[in-house]
């Protein structure tokens, strides 16, 4: 069985064309998460993958960390201009703690947690680095209530398809998404993080961010929180 990273290794280029559709500023995912940034002096966007919403950060922050697993993805990063360099890292959600990383104004994370481990471990280490005043923000998958087991990926592939086009009007777009959730890489990963249900979403997060703003169906298959501390 691979290690995370190596999946998103294998997969940078198709990942990156897909991610590309839900940063676009036209997005109702890129439009969301700009109204939920207040600005300040530290960001930092944990499994940042090719850093797109990184430049947002950096448009609105004055010190922009990405952390990612993919060395392969953080390569993609490292390519695009942005207002402030933002330093990237190539390491584990998990590792992330005060005492290493400092506070943040911001903590973000899009499309990422439900890879990152199990989710109330993750959440504890994210809050950890939020500073006093500061904002934990954070975009991920969901599946519906009952949703399709595992072994009908096929049909949530071209689901997927149809939410990228709707958003997009991108064919292309939307042929890369089904591509990546087919590919065989994608397939295994897939068995070895599977989303939360709306509802778990719902419970593990109000459980681990007292006070949670949670929105569902951001939209279709994705859900979103804001935690201020």
């Known amino acids: 069985m691979s290690a ?14 897909f991610t590309g559709i839900r940063d676009a500023a036209t997005s109702p995912v890129r439009s969301w998460l700009t109204d939920q940034l207040p600005g300040g002096r530290r960001a930092m966007d944990v499994g940042c993958g090719g850093g797109n919403n990184c430049g947002m950060l950096a448009d609105r922050y004055d010190e922009v960390v990405g952390v990612d697993i993919s060395q392969k993805m953080l ?36 499309n990422a947690v439900f890879h990152m481990g199990p989710v109330d471990q993750v959440l504890a280490v994210l809050r950890s680095v939020v500073a006093p005043g500061g904002r934990l923000v954070i975009v991920d998958v ?28 991108d064919v292309e777009a939307a042929c890369d998404s089904v591509r990546m959730m087919l590919h065989p890489r994608w397939l295994e990963m897939s068995k070895q993080a599977m989303p939360l249900t709306d509802t778990e979403f719902e419970l593990q997060y109000a459980k681990a961010l007292p006070g949670v703003r949670i929105t569902r169906d951001l939209i279709p298959t994705m859900s979103a929180a804001v935690w201020d501390a």
């Not at 995370?4 to 064309?17: G, S, T, V």
């Not at 599946?143 to 939410?163: C, L, M, N, R, V």
């Open 142 to 169: 969901t599946q519906p209530d009952g949703a399709a087991a595992p072994a009908e990926q096929s049909a949530y592939a071209f689901e997927t398809g149809k939410i990228v086009y709707d958003v997009s009007g």
């Open 75 to 110: 390569d993609i990063a490292a390519t695009k201009p942005t207002r402030v360099p933002v330093r990237y890292e190539c390491r584990e959600a998990l590792s992330l703690s005060p005492e290493r990383d400092g506070l943040f104004d911001l903590v973000m994370s899009v």
């Open 4 to 17: 995370p990273e190596a999946y998103f290794d294998d997969l940078a280029e198709l990942y990156e064309r």
